[in-house]
Structures are given as structure tokens and as C-alpha cells.
Nanobody, 119 residues
Framework: QVQLVESGGGLVQAGGSLRLSCAIS????????MDWYRQAPGKQRELVAR???????NFADSVKGRFTISRDNAKNTVYLQMNSLKPEDTAVYYC?????????????WGQGTLVTVSS
């Protein structure tokens, strides 16, 4: 069993920056990939960014050039650095870990963290 704990959300003015963290804790597992999703009020959850075990990254077109994703293996933590924030980035952000254990897949969601960007 694993647990994902998110932190770093908050209120920021447009043009500002925030860094979200998603820390993975639990029993032995291997890391395959981590996704960051977001869900704005009244909208569907959308994939924002992904990082794989090999370090490959992908971003939604809406955040390319503004967001970066990175991983600290020693801390089992993935970060989403968000720069040049816009009001339309306001949403609850969720991390989703693609993990594996000796018995199979071990995917898990974080609890979500609210990001509010004021104009």
C-alpha cells in the first residue's frame, strides 16, 4: 500500500509561480511514471504533465513553456513547477502515480491541492 501526499497549493497573483509536491510513501514499490492532473470547477479532469521513470516529460499544450515536472528519487517526490500562472490555471491539482510492486500495479491518487490564480 502506498500513499501520496500533495502540498504547495495556494493563492497567487497572475504571473506568479507555485511549486507543487507529491511525496510517495509506503511499502516497496517501483516508480513507472507520475501524472499531474487538474480539475477546474465545472470542468473535466485533465492531464497536465507526466514524468516517466526514464525522465521523459510531457505537457498539455496549455502549460507548455510555463510548467516543468521533475523528480527527486531520494525523496520519492515529484514536483510540478508552475510559472507565469494564469487565472485559467485555477483548479484542484492531483498527482497520480503509476507504481508497481512485486504483486502487480500499485497506482494511486493524491488528495488534491487547490491552486487559485487571481487576476
Amino acid at each position: 500500500q502506498v500513499q501520496l501526499v500533495e502540498s504547495g497549493g495556494g493563492l497567487v497573483q497572475a504571473g506568479g509561480s507555485l511549486r507543487l509536491s507529491c511525496a510517495i510513501s509506503g511499502n516497496s514499490f517501483s516508480f513507472n511514471a507520475m501524472d499531474w492532473y487538474r480539475q477546474a470547477p465545472g470542468k473535466q479532469r485533465e492531464l497536465v504533465a507526466r514524468i516517466t521513470s526514464g525522465g521523459s516529460t510531457n505537457f498539455a499544450d496549455s502549460v507548455k513553456g510555463r510548467f516543468t515536472i521533475s523528480r527527486d528519487n531520494a525523496k520519492n517526490t515529484v514536483y510540478l513547477q508552475m510559472n507565469s500562472l494564469k487565472p485559467e490555471d485555477t483548479a484542484v491539482y492531483y498527482c497520480y502515480a503509476h507504481l508497481a510492486s512485486t504483486t502487480g500495479t500499485l497506482d494511486a491518487w493524491g488528495q488534491g491541492t487547490l491552486v487559485t490564480v487571481s487576476s
